[in-house]
């Protein structure tokens, strides 16, 4: 069955980055019928493993991913790791090394001395005698001397590495026993049935190392994806300088994770030229050969349209429940859904889209002075005293608010734009609103006479 997995080493979050090739895994897994694991990578980091799982799966709920079977740690592996590192020593695949630091010192020391590359010499590779006493021995694996390892990976294509100019007997397990990085890594990926590995393409230089441990253990070799980076707008590696941090964090700013899912499978993949991609049809598209063999630029203007797009398309329901998260229920709130339609046409975050609708709910407890001073003199101060008087308290509609608004101003042979910014200032406290004659529907007229008069008695 088709198995790709997310093996995040444990931060204690998901940056976004990650969130990206777990994204590509799952596409993957999903479109094909196969499965999706998860596993962390908690080796070096231990105390971390429940918090990162934690944070993950938190993510990975608030984007709906998911993952399939229990998770696995690294951590609680060791057993298996050992058994098949005694399997290498047994078949001769691996050995025991010896060597001291200092005798390592020396070899770096006379190769960077050579201008060469620092290399272990493979000293006790074909070694029979008396072991040195009182040396807790590495074991590593015997690499092959010469010849090339290649590979074509789904995205970079065929690559090969000459084993001389990059390879020696590399350590397997350290002298207290415990295994590297890149033992377990096969190990597990070949014990869970992985079949499609697709990570970032810092791994790359792993590749051939995991190589010669699948070919040494008999493992089938899977397929690799190596997804070149995500560069902040300024070229540089994505870092949290660039905003990118937790992906939780991206929830708190009043991103949508349609808006993210869609902001990331675009950061290295297309089709065409489309732009908006629904999970729905990120299933039916996306292919991991077609990944992009660059890297991707950061944007935040254009995550931010997606948001804004995301935010203008989805059913109410579904942001009426995204936004109790920021403290509002606008089922709760009378013609709620009014006023989120209203908003939701300009509004670019859900924080955007909260600030907006306070305004209109809450009486405004300052004004804009600057607006005040741009747009507030002795005749409109007039006119909107004129018009607050003239204001029966029936609630209106939309257009009927507006209708009589215009025969108001007929009346007093003045345009809506002599009225407009005040009525707008009075309302919501600054110059920006959607439509007044919809705001107006949503407060009501008796509302709106007394924020006029406040806003007048302010004056
Ligand atoms: N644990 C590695 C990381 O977080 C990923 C290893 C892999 O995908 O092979 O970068």
Redesign the pocket.
Known sequence: MLTTRF???PTGFLHIG?LRTALYSYLYARKNGGKFLLRI?DTDLKRNSQEATIAIREAFNWCGLDYDGEVEYQSKRFDIYKKYIDQLLKDGKAYKCYTTQEELAQMRAEAEANKQRPKYDGRYRDFTGTPPQGIEPVIRIKAPLDGVIEFTDGVKGYIKFNCEDILDDFIIARSDGSPTYNFC?VIDDALMGVTH?I??D??LS?TPKQIILYEALGFKIPEFFHVAMINGSDGAKLSKRHGATDVMEYKNMGYLPEALLNFLVRLGWSHGDDEIFSMHQMLELFDPYNLSKSASTYNPSKLEWLNAHYIKTLPFERLADDMLYFGLDFRAINKGQMLLDLLRERSKTLLELKASALAIINQPTNYDQNAVKKFINDDNKLLLSEFANSLGNANMDAKAVEEMTNEFLTQKGKKLKDLAQPIRIAITGSAVSPSIFEVIEFIGLDELKSRIQNFLKSL
């Open positions: 093996a995040p080493s990650g990578e890594v590995i990570r970032g810092d791994h792993n």
